[in-house]
């Protein structure tokens, strides 16, 4: 599936990225520790975060200011990775990329909804924006309110749907939200056919496929739980896409009368295998989702070392490592155990 040739150099490069991934062991030292200040500098000894958090004083250890800091990390293994892909290979990478812009547009969705006076400095990212983006980060950032926000996205894929939704009087932060989700998953599944051979295909279909089977089992799970929406408001939110959920499945969970209903169902669906024993009594969707996902990815890497596989498994991990390790960071700052 994949060409020796082709990924030799490609894959070694990742191999040689990965050997400072932070292990399980290494999270539970930096959980122990008793400030943040201190999991920053033990972040320090890792090269991907000593040069990023070099010369942050202790006064800038707030959690918008780390998140800014790590996220620079993950762009600077993007564009590491872009430097040294060949021609083929950054044609995936320009097709992933649009996830990091949809994280960015979600931070200033986020500010612009609340108002918020103090904006985020997206400054530092500019530089590997500029290489990959249309955005103006900076003007984006700068939006007072809703409507601003979805001016700034003029001439963007974004700003079509999002115009739509204002025109309709749905521009709410989760609507918002919900559709940019739409655009990159339906983007992903409808492109890759364009710039993928078939094997690479089947290995994007099994990942993503998977995200989004999962993502939509949470949607639905969340819908009935808490929110109590209708059956046709949470049609409306879902992903129209699946891999091993059938309609037939989707449209009996949806219709269900009852967040235990739903569980009901789920266990006769294909993600029955990966359920685990107690979930009736402490649903974690998410949790089951991120193993779910882990696994697939890892094991997609792992059969398809020089292939595509092996880019889109490295940044998929080095976002969950991020996420880990601002749930680690914001557990020790709130003296919060992590079981």
């Given amino acids: ?126 530089e590997f924006f500029d290489k990959h983006s249309s955005l103006d980060l900076i003007q984006l950032s700068e939006s007072q309110n ?41 983007n992903i599944w409808r492109i890759k056919k364009k710039y993928l051979t078939k094997g690479e295909q089947k290995i994007i279909a099994k990942c993503f496929g998977t995200r989004m089977d999962v993502l939509n089992l949470q949607w639905i799970y969340r819908s009935k739980k808490f929110y109590h929406l209708a059956p046709a408001d949470i049609y409306a939110i879902l992903i129209p896409i699946n891999l091993h959920l059938t309609k037939e499945q989707i449209n009996r969970m949806v219709e269900a009368e009852s967040a235990d209903e739903f569980l009901t169902l789920l266990e006769t669906t294909w993600y029955k295998r990966s359920l685990p024993a107690g979930l009736r009594d402490e649903p974690d969707l998410k949790s089951v989702a991120d193993e779910i996902n882990d696994r697939i990815y890892l094991l997609t890497s792992r059969r398809e070392p020089y ?21 680690t960071l914001e557990s020790i700052r709130y003296g919060v155990k992590i079981s």
Wanted: proline fraction near 3%; include cysteine.
């Fill in 1 to 126: 599936m994949g060409s020796l040739i082709a990924y030799s150099g490609i894959t070694t490069k990742v191999k040689a990225m990965e050997r400072w991934r932070i292990s399980d062991s290494q999270f539970e030292e930096m959980g122990l520790l008793e400030s943040v200040p201190e999991a920053v500098e033990y972040l320090r000894r890792f090269p991907p975060y000593g040069d990023i958090f070099n010369g942050l004083e202790d006064g800038q250890l707030h959690r918008g200011d780390i998140e800014q800091q790590l996220n620079l990390s993950q762009y600077r293994d993007f564009a590491k990775l872009y430097k040294f892909a060949n021609l083929k290979q950054r044609r995936f990478l320009d097709l992933y990329f649009m996830h990091y812009e949809i994280g960015i547009i979600k931070t200033c969705l986020r500010n612009a909804a609340g108002h918020r006076d103090q904006r985020q400095d997206l400054s530092m990212f500019r």
């Fill in 146 to 186: 809703m409507d601003q926000f979805v001016a700034n996205l003029n001439g963007s894929p974004y700003y079509g749907p999002l115009s739509r939704l204002q025109q309709k009087g749905k521009l709410t932060l989760p609507e918002c939200e919900n559709t940019l989700d739409m655009i990159y998953f339906r």
């Fill in 307 to 327: 292939s595509i596989a092996i880019l889109n498994s490295y940044l998929y991990f080095k976002e969950r490592e991020i996420e880990r390790i601002i749930t």
